[in-house]
């Protein structure tokens, strides 16, 4: 018996709200902690792989497609958790014979780290930082005829040097079974 890894595309939204550590503001020019947003049209690459009964680990890269006055990227990876007795492609084999069992409809979990690259504009300058962020979210999976479609949303809590983060993001595109 195998079970397919997984990679998928997707296209969304990406909406990361942020605040500056007013501990991190220095020099002759400090002023109040800026806060605002960086809103973009975000594609994801999305490889999942070690699937067990119920549980999958994943690797994802999030990057801006059509931003606006900022730019976010992140990297990570993490842990879905599949609902239901299926979760991936399965191919039974022996001699002379292959069975494949697709799985329709599935619903999902999603919990990971990421490293994000925020750079966004204030009052006075573009600045940027790196943060580490904690992402949950969930989902699901519909098999159609010769493609699978893949639906997630999520919310990620980033800190950083001089910034923390609360971000939404919501992608929806196709899967590709690798065999």
Do not use: C
Not at 68 to 73: A, H, I, K, V
Not at 120 to 136: G, M, R
Request: net charge positive; hydrophobic share 40%; aromatic share 12%.
């Amino acid at each position: 018996m195998k079970q397919s890894d997984e990679f998928s595309v997707l296209v969304g939204m990406a909406n990361i709200g942020f605040t500056e550590n007013q501990s991190s503001l220095s020099g002759p020019n400090q002023q109040e902690a800026a806060s605002g947003s960086v809103a973009s049209i975000s594609g994801m690459l999305h490889y999942r792989f070690k699937t067990t009964e119920k549980l999958a680990w994943y690797g994802q890269f999030t990057f801006p497609l059509m931003g606006g006055e900022g730019t976010y990227l992140a990297a990570g990876g993490g842990v879905e958790y599949y609902f239901g007795k299926n979760p991936a492609k399965i191919i039974l084999q022996d001699a002379t014979t292959s069975f494949t069992l697709i799985p329709v409809t599935r619903y999902f979990l999603i919990g990971g780290l990421n490293m994000a690259y925020i750079s966004y504009l204030t009052e006075t300058a573009k600045k940027n930082d790196t943060l580490l962020e904690i992402d949950i979210g969930g989902g699901m999976s519909r098999k159609f005829n010769k493609w699978t479609l893949r639906a997630q949303a999520g919310i990620a809590r980033g800190v950083g040097v001089a910034t923390t983060t609360m971000g939404m993001k919501a992608m929806v595109g196709g899967i590709f079974f690798l065999d």
